[in-house]
């Protein structure tokens, strides 16, 4: 059974760099056949994709945020990485890593992890 | 980007009724590339629906989802007490992947 589990600080000071790391156990990200994603959810809102990497490193962001986004990923580890640069108070919302069977919908989810921009 | 809206926000309904879930596109969603998730308060979402109507793996037969083109629909054939969470759809017909603002199925 596949598990992922955010990890990060909770707290970001305005402008400064949001940074999460997704770990996938029970499963290799190096074997391939999947896409290994960030959701985010803001207070009491919907879901919006922030994108994707495969194993190789090739990247996929979402236009609206894709100036701010890096995805990284550590094979190594069996993890991958968001930074978000220049954060504000409208990128507080809990942050899901997922992944997708190269199909485009989610079908394992970390618990998520709540990252509040404040100074 | 395409814009889904869901409706309605928030379905009043008793145990054991059938719930009717509705998702509309702002243009076609190719393929009947459309999802559905459920989600409780302070969990992730968990996939129920692909490809329109294809169950994910575990999930009852009392779930299921059709339409094409704009307009889908979740069904629950007759609610049992862990259902009563918030539902989305998400469309991974075009990019950006698109999520609904969610319907929230709550106990009347």
């Known amino acids: 059974q596949v598990q992922l589990q955010e990890s990060g600080p909770g707290l970001v000071k305005p402008s400064q760099t949001l940074s999460l790391t997704c770990t996938v156990s029970g499963g290799s990200i190096r074997s391939g056949g999947y896409y290994w994603n960030w959701i985010r959810q803001h207070p009491g809102k919907g879901l919006e994709w922030i994108g994707y990497?495969?194993?190789?490193?090739?990247?996929y962001y979402n236009p609206s945020l894709k100036s701010r986004i890096t995805i990284s990923v550590d094979t190594s580890k069996n993890q991958f990485s968001l930074k978000l640069s220049s954060v504000s108070a409208a990128d507080t919302a809990v942050y899901y890593c997922a992944r997708d069977p190269r199909m485009g919908f989610f079908d394992y989810w970390g618990q998520g992890s709540l990252v509040t921009v404040s100074s | 980007e395409i814009v889904l809206t869901q409706s309605p926000g928030t379905l009043s309904l008793s145990p054991g009724e059938r719930a009717t879930l509705s998702c509309r596109a702002s243009?076609?969603?190719?393929?009947?590339?459309l999802a559905w998730y459920q989600q409780k308060p302070g969990q992730a979402p968990r996939l129920l629906i692909y490809g329109a109507s294809s169950r994910a793996t575990g999930i009852p037969d009392r779930f299921s989802g059709s339409g094409s083109g704009t307009d889908f629909t979740l069904t629950i054939s007759s609610l049992e007490p862990e259902d009563f969470a918030v539902y989305y759809c998400q469309q991974y017909g075009s990019s950006p992947w698109t999520f609904g603002q969610g319907t929230k199925v709550e106990i009347k």
């Open positions: 243009q076609s969603v190719s393929s009947s590339y």
């Open positions: 990497i495969y194993y190789s490193g090739t990247t």
